[in-house]
């Protein structure tokens, strides 16, 4: 019984964790991009996916695979890390 009383709490968690995550990832990703003067199409382009794709993670409206991630920081020159951490240029 307690497990089953444990699974919502559990899903509300993974679900705040997951928007939080969505979140952090597209203002890092578009903080960066408007940082070195890239328009979506062209990062897109430098990642290797349609514009279209990538305007859908900047509106937090798909998950994201790790390996995703990898190539977007390759096309901003950022470590992977920090498209994932606390907001760029927040405190």
Do not use: H
């Amino acid at each position: 019984m307690e497990a089953s009383a444990a699974m919502p709490a559990q899903r509300t968690t993974y679900e705040k964790l997951r928007r939080e995550l969505r979140r952090r990832l597209a203002d890092n990703l578009r903080s960066e991009r408007k940082r070195l003067g890239l328009t979506q199409e062209r990062t897109a382009e430098r990642a290797g996916y349609s514009l279209q794709y990538f305007q859908r993670i900047e509106r937090e409206m798909v998950n994201v695979p790790l390996d995703t991630v990898a190539r977007l920081a390759n096309a901003l020159q950022v470590d992977p890390v920090q498209l994932m951490g606390r907001r760029i240029g927040r405190a």
